[in-house]
């Protein structure tokens, strides 16, 4: 069986990262998370435009999405800093929900409280240095991938996607099934049109009615808002390019799920309560950052990107491999895209022999490997899901 | 000689990955079909389908080892394999919007 070297948490979870992750509460204390980030060794800032003035159900996807990101087995310890301690998601509630759920350390800093700016700047830079000192005496050890949770997702698609770099995802993603691992398919907006395949693979009728559902539920959203996300597909381009059916279009996506039996269905940023081996689906839009955000705070520790006009996604906690099939991005993506398997499509490489390359690289990264993003600190991709307006 | 790819093993169709192919070249597979050859029919741009065996109408068309949809007329051996000769089975959105839309105004 195949081992990862990851970082053992409290919880028993394993880090493929040893993260001081400085979380930022709301928009107004995004600035100073990045400077706290930017002043200690190992740090991470993670920042968003939310948090104040949203209306409860998004206040409460709000701290979903940072706790969850915060109980990531890749965070060692966490910062979280607010400005001001209002209603809703506070920092002191995200906190909480943190070390409630993972025993790991965590810290609150109120930029009003520590008396402005500054003061709280000094604090965080102190809390943090700490966590790091305290975090480097950790090692990493070998853990069995039953432990690890695999993110897929796609995007900046093109031909090669479906032909090449998904479903070679979808062989490392069954491999990682095999050896006693879970992984995570999203993107609910793309399972239209091949539900049935999916279904048909469901362990419990409960879990293909909750598929059905995600997938309608996602559609009226799209209506309610005057997009007919059903109507043009597959849309004009999708046609010249050569996709006939939307079965066709869903199918080239939903590969890189692999073929492992469906063994539970997630609400978007869910943890899955289970550790039963197989594939989880979850609700979420096709939106990349978006959805791989929601699979950072399910918890998944690595995630395979495949894309065809290449991509620089990368999630700030959550190592973020990009495949392509794609030649031609390859060349002019090559600093953030890991893997070329184009060599499937001109007949030198079996699909087989590309999911074992993206499998070997799942693991060399869960154990330390950077990313070509990793390298460049290029972490751009964490957003948090929105259900309303903001009030 | 060109080649279409082949995801899986039962598929009937191949899909144009290298350069377009001319009505009447001969196209092999790639992929896990290796040992296909059939003569282009038609033209086939990068991205699309031809398909490697007769589909009678009202079959189903087999790529990624699963149906795309449903021939609406009789495909031959290097047809091209599109719009114009595979329906969907989940319908047309675009058909039904319109049919819900019938719906909707009605009283």
Partial sequence: ?391 | MKKVFVVEKEDNVGTAVGEAIRAGETVGTEGRVTDVTVVARADIAYGHKIALRPIARGEQVIKYGLSIGTATQDILPGDHVHVHNVESNRGRGDRAAAQAQKGAEQP
Avoid at chain 1, 296 to 322: E, N, W
């Fill in chain 1, 1 to 391: 069986m195949t081992e990862f070297w990851g970082y053992v948490r409290p919880d028993g979870s394993a880090g493929a990262r040893n993260h001081v992750l400085i979380l930022s509460g709301t928009v107004y204390a995004n600035k100073v998370c990045d400077k706290v980030a930017g002043l200690v060794h190992g740090a991470v800032a993670i920042t968003h435009p939310l948090g104040r003035c949203q209306v409860r159900p998004d206040l409460r996807m709000t701290r979903l999405f940072l706790s969850n990101t915060g109980i990531n087995p890749n965070v060692g310890a966490v910062v979280v800093i607010d400005h001001f301690r209002e209603e809703g998601a506070t920092a002191e509630d995200i906190a909480h929900d943190i070390q409630q759920a993972s025993g790991k350390p965590v810290a609150v800093v109120n930029i009003r409280e520590s008396g402005g700016m500054i003061a709280a700047l000094e604090q965080g830079v102190r809390y943090a240095a700490d966590f790091a000192r305290a975090l480097s005496d950790l090692r990493r050890e070998p853990v069995p991938l039953s432990r690890l949770l695999f993110g897929t997702e796609c995007g900046t698609s093109d031909t090669t996607s479906g032909l090449a770099s998904n479903p070679a995802t979808g062989i490392c993603a069954d491999r990682i099934i095999a050896e006693g691992g879970r992984a995570i398919l999203a993107e609910c907006t793309e399972w239209m049109g091949c539900e049935e395949w999916l279904t048909s693979r469901a362990a419990t009728p409960e879990i293909a009615q909750q598929i059905i559902a995600g997938v309608q539920h996602m559609e009226q959203r799209a209506l309610a808002s005057g997009e007919d996300i059903r109507g043009s597909q597959p849309t004009g381009d999708n046609m010249v390019g050569g996709l006939t059916t939307i079965e066709e279009k869903s199918m080239g996506a939903v590969k890189k799920g692999g073929s492992a039996p469906v063994v539970g269905y997630l609400e978007i940023a869910e943890r899955p309560a289970s550790t039963e081996p197989g594939l989880y689906v979850m609700y979420g839009p096709g939106h990349g950052a978006e959805s791989i955000s929601s699979m950072a705070a399910a918890g998944c520790q690595v995630l395979v990107f495949s894309t065809g006009g290449g991509h620089t996604a990368s999630h700030p906690i959550m190592p973020t491999i990009k495949v392509t099939g794609n030649a031609r991005s390859f060349e002019l993506m090559r600093d953030t895209v890991e893997l070329d398997v184009s060599g499937v499509l001109r007949g030198e490489l079996t699909l087989e022999e590309a999911g074992r390359m993206i499998f070997d690289e799942v693991v060399a990264v869960a154990s330390g490997r950077l990313t070509k993003s990793e390298a460049l600190r290029d972490d751009n991709s964490f957003a948090i899901h929105r259900v309303g307006i903001s009030i």
